[in-house]
C-alpha cells in the first residue's frame, strides 16, 4: 500500500501540487496545463465561469478522475497511477465535501458519519464512534441529531452534517465542492464561517471550488482563476480584488458573459 510521507510538513510548506496537468472528455478539453500548488494550513479556492472545470482538480485529487498527462503529487508522493488501494491512505488524509453532500438516505446521522470510521478502523469501539460523532456534530453546531435521517433535516443541516462526517476521520485537507450552492444567505454566512473555523480548530488545509465570490474573498487565504483551460492568475486575496488581468477583472465585475459561457 502507498505509504504518504508522514506530517513532518510545518504551516506554509508545499503539501500538494499539479504540474502540467491535462485532462479530456472526448472532445471537451478541460485542462491544457494546470498548475498549483498548496501549502499547508491555508485556504485555496478556485474560482471561474461554469463548465471550466473546477471540480474536476478535486476529483482528481481523491482519484475519481484521472489526468490525461501531467502529474500531481499529495505529501510527498505521487498519485497517478496508483492503484485503488493505494488510493485508502490518500482518501484517509484528503476528505472531499460533495456539492450533493452524498449522505446515505436509508441511514440516520450516526451511521452516515460512523461509516468512513468504520472504513478506516474496522475494529474501532462503538465508544468511540459515539465519541467522535457527537464531537463532530458539536464542531459543525449540530449536537444531539445522531438519530436523525437525512430526510428529517433542512438543506443547510444536510450540509452541514456532510461537513462533519468528512472531517470525523481527522483528515489533513478538506475539499470543499462549491459548499454554499443551493444555501440561502443565512446559511452560506454559516458554511462559510465553518469553512474558517475548520482551519482554525482542526488546523487542516482547504481547497475550496466555488463560484460565490464573497465565500472566497471570506475564506480565502489565495484565490485560483481558471480561463481558457489553465489557471491564468494565483495570488492573495487582496491582490486579486486589485487586479488589472481583464478576465477576472470581467468575473468579479459581473461581465463575463460571453467569456465564461454563464
Not at 461554469?50 to 502529474?71: F, I
Not at 492568475?233 to 486589485?242: R, Y
Not at 488589472?244 to 461581465?255: A, M, Q, W, Y
Amino acid at each position: 500500500m502507498l505509504e504518504l510521507e508522514p506530517d513532518k510538513y510545518k504551516k506554509g510548506d508545499v503539501i500538494i501540487t499539479y504540474t502540467d496537468v491535462w485532462k479530456r472528455f472526448d472532445d471537451l478539453s478541460v485542462y491544457e496545463g494546470l498548475n498549483l500548488e498548496v501549502r499547508k494550513g491555508e485556504t485555496v479556492s478556485i474560482m471561474g465561469g461554469s463548465g471550466t472545470g473546477k471540480t474536476v482538480a478535486l476529483k482528481m485529487l481523491v482519484g475519481l478522475l484521472t489526468p490525461d498527462k501531467g502529474a500531481i503529487t499529495v505529501f510527498g508522493k505521487s498519485v497517478i497511477g496508483i492503484s485503488e488501494k493505494d488510493w485508502v491512505p490518500v482518501r484517509q488524509r484528503v476528505s472531499l465535501l460533495f456539492q450533493s453532500n452524498a449522505l446515505f438516505d436509508s441511514l440516520d446521522v450516526r451511521e452516515n458519519l460512523a461509516y468512513p470510521l468504520r472504513i478506516k478502523d474496522p475494529n474501532i469501539a462503538e465508544s468511540e464512534i459515539d465519541r467522535l460523532v457527537e464531537e463532530k456534530l458539536g464542531l459543525v453546531g449540530l449536537p444531539g441529531i445522531q438519530h436523525k435521517k437525512p430526510s428529517d433535516l433542512s438543506g443547510g443541516m444536510q450540509k452541514r452534517v456532510g461537513l462533519a462526517r468528512a472531517i470525523v476521520t481527522e483528515p489533513d485537507v478538506i475539499l470543499w465542492d462549491e459548499p454554499t450552492t443551493g444555501l440561502d444567505p443565512i446559511n452560506t454566512r454559516r458554511i462559510g464561517s465553518l469553512i474558517m473555523r475548520m482551519n482554525e480548530v482542526l488546523g487542516c488545509t482547504s481547497i475550496v471550488v466555488t463560484h460565490d465570490i464573497g465565500t472566497a474573498f471570506e475564506v480565502s487565504d489565495r484565490i485560483a482563476f481558471l480561463f481558457n483551460k489553465k489557471l491564468i492568475l494565483t495570488d492573495t486575496t487582496e491582490n486579486i480584488k486589485k487586479t488589472d488581468v481583464p478576465e477576472v477583472r470581467n468575473f468579479l465585475d459581473g461581465r463575463f458573459q460571453g467569456l465564461y459561457g454563464e
